[in-house]
C-alpha cells in the first residue's frame, strides 16, 4: 500500500488544498481591509509593489494595530470557508451539533488566529517588520495549530 492510498494522507492533502483556498481568501481580505479599511500597507510590500495600490502613510503604532484589525476581519470570512469547504469534503461531520461545531471551529480557529495577530503586531511595533512577513507569520502559526484541534478536537473523522 503505497502513501497515496493511505486515508489519513488522502484527508491531510484534501485539508491543505482547502486550508489553501481558505489562506487565499484571508489574504485578498486581509490586503483590501489594510488597504482600504485600516491602512497598514507599507510601499514596500509586496501587494502595493504588484498591484500599484497606494498605501496611507501610518506610524507603526498604527499600522501594527490596523493590521491586527485587517487580519481579524479576514479571519471572520476566511474561516466560514475553511469551515464549509472543510465539512464538505475533509471531516465528517457528527461529534457535535451543528452549532456546536461551529462554535468550536470558530474557538479552536480564534486561538490560532489570537496568537498569530499577536506574534505580527509584536514583530511590527517591537522590529519594524514589513507587513508582509509578519503577515505571513501569522498564516503559519494558524496552519500549524488548526489542523490538529480541528482533526482531534472537532470533527468525527
Keep these: 500500500m503505497s502513501f497515496l492510498d493511505n486515508p489519513a494522507f488522502i484527508q491531510f492533502f484534501k485539508y491543505a488544498l482547502t486550508g489553501g ?17 485600516f491602512p497598514a ?10 498591484l500599484r495600490l497606494d498605501p496611507a502613510g501610518v506610524d507603526n503604532k498604527t499600522r501594527a494595530r490596523n493590521s491586527m484589525l485587517g487580519n481579524f476581519t479576514a479571519f471572520l470570512i476566511s474561516n466560514m470557508v475553511a469551515y464549509i469547504t472543510n465539512v464538505l469534503w475533509v471531516f465528517q461531520g457528527g461529534r457535535h451539533t451543528l452549532f456546536v461545531e461551529i462554535l468550536l471551529f470558530y474557538a479552536v480557529s480564534g486561538i490560532s ?10 514583530l511590527i511595533r517591537r522590529f519594524n517588520v514589513l507587513t508582509t512577513w509578519a503577515f505571513a507569520c501569522n498564516i503559519f502559526t494558524s496552519v500549524m495549530i488548526n ?11
Design 113 to 122: 488566529i489570537v496568537l498569530g495577530t499577536l506574534l505580527m503586531g509584536w
Design 21 to 37: 483556498l481558505a489562506t487565499a481568501v484571508h489574504i485578498v481580505i486581509f490586503h483590501l481591509a489594510c488597504w482600504k479599511l
Design 147 to 157: 489542523y490538529a484541534l480541528r482533526k482531534f478536537f472537532i470533527f468525527a473523522g
Design 41 to 50: 500597507l507599507q510601499a514596500e510590500d509586496l501587494a502595493v509593489k504588484y
